[in-house]
């Protein structure tokens, strides 16, 4: 069964960076799709960004332009560099892939 460990998340004003990151373990297959979602208190859980093993990404249009997501395919891991970040980008970012979830790690952005 696949293990996810986030980390990276924390506080940072308006306008700061975060790099969130995302490795998995207990899995011996590649990896085709990559998610980072997001859950804000009161909204339902959304995607915010994907990578696939071919390199194309989709992001949310609420993010396009200040977020990228990358992958490094040889140690499962993904990533997530939030920049240019806004009061509404508050939220629990969660990593999925291979079937799995992470913890959750906080993003806090104070305006």
């Known amino acids: 069964q696949v293990q996810l460990v986030e980390s990276g998340g924390g506080l940072v004003q308006a306008g700061g960076s975060l790099r969130l990151s995302c490795a998995a373990s207990g899995i011996i297959f590649s990896i085709n799709v990559m998610n980072w979602y997001r859950q804000a208190p009161g909204k339902q859980r959304e995607l915010v960004a994907q990578?696939?093993?071919?390199?194309?990404?989709n992001y949310a249009d609420s993010v396009k332009g200040r977020f990228t997501i990358s992958r490094d395919n040889t140690e499962n891991t993904v990533h997530l560099q939030m920049n240019n970040l806004k009061a509404e980008d508050t939220a629990v970012y969660y990593c999925?892939?291979?079937?799995?979830w992470g913890q959750g790690t906080q993003v806090t952005v104070s305006s």
């Open positions: 990578i696939f093993r071919s390199g194309f990404t």
């Open positions: 999925n892939m291979a079937g799995g």
